[in-house]
C-alpha cells in the first residue's frame, strides 16, 4: 500500500508546477549569426568563435546561423556563458552542399565565392575573366557551367 508521500509525489511528478510554464521571451532571446563564406559548422561550434559576444549572450539563447554561400546553415543553443567562451549545441543543421564532392566539370573554369555582391562566379581559368557572376547557391553555378560548356561545343 503506497505512502501518503509516494502519493503526494506521484501527484506532484504528474503536473507541472506553477511557475515552470513561462513566455518565451522572459526564458531566451532569438539571435541571427552571418556566417562568411569558408568557415564551418565546428568553427562555429568552437567555445572562442563567439568570445566577443559574452556579455550579449545568456544560457538558453537560441542562434540562428547562416553560412552566406549558402552552403549549411544551423539552429543553436547557448548552452554556457563564460568570460571568454560561449559554448553552444547544434538543435538542427542543414547542409545544401552536396554538390562540392563532384568532380571539376572543365579544368578552364573554376567556380569561386567573390562576397555578398558577386556570390558565385564563373572565372576562367586562363585569363582569370569572371564569365558569369552572381549565381546563387553553388548548385545553380555548377548548372549554368554545364549550360555554358553545352554551348560551347555545339
Known amino acids: 500500500m503506497a ?48 568570445a566577443h559576444y559574452t556579455k550579449t549572450l545568456r544560457p538558453l ?4 546561423a547562416f553560412c552566406e554561400d549558402g552552403s549549411w546553415e544551423a539552429m543553436l543553443r547557448v548552452m554556457f556563458v ?4 560561449v559554448k553552444t549545441r547544434v ?4 547542409n545544401t552542399v552536396e554538390t562540392d564532392n563532384v568532380a571539376p ?3 578552364a573554369y573554376d567556380i569561386i565565392w567573390r562576397g555578398p ?5 564563373l572565372i576562367s581559368t586562363v585569363s582569370r575573366e569572371i564569365i558569369k557572376d552572381r549565381l546563387y547557391q553553388r548548385a ?15
Open 3 to 50: 505512502t501518503v508521500a509516494e502519493k503526494v509525489s506521484a501527484v506532484s511528478q504528474s503536473k507541472l508546477h506553477f511557475g515552470r510554464l513561462k513566455e518565451i521571451e522572459h526564458v531566451r532571446r532569438d539571435w541571427f549569426m552571418d556566417v562568411p563564406a569558408g568557415v564551418v559548422l565546428d568553427d562555429v561550434l568552437k567555445p572562442g568563435y563567439l
Open 61 to 64: 539563447d537560441r542562434i540562428e
Open 82 to 85: 563564460g568570460q571568454v567562451e
Open 91 to 94: 538543435i538542427s543543421v542543414l
Open 105 to 107: 566539370l572543365s579544368d
Open 117 to 121: 555582391v558577386l556570390r558565385f562566379c
Open 140 to 154: 545553380e553555378a555548377i548548372q549554368y557551367l554545364r549550360q555554358h560548356l553545352q554551348t560551347m561545343k555545339g
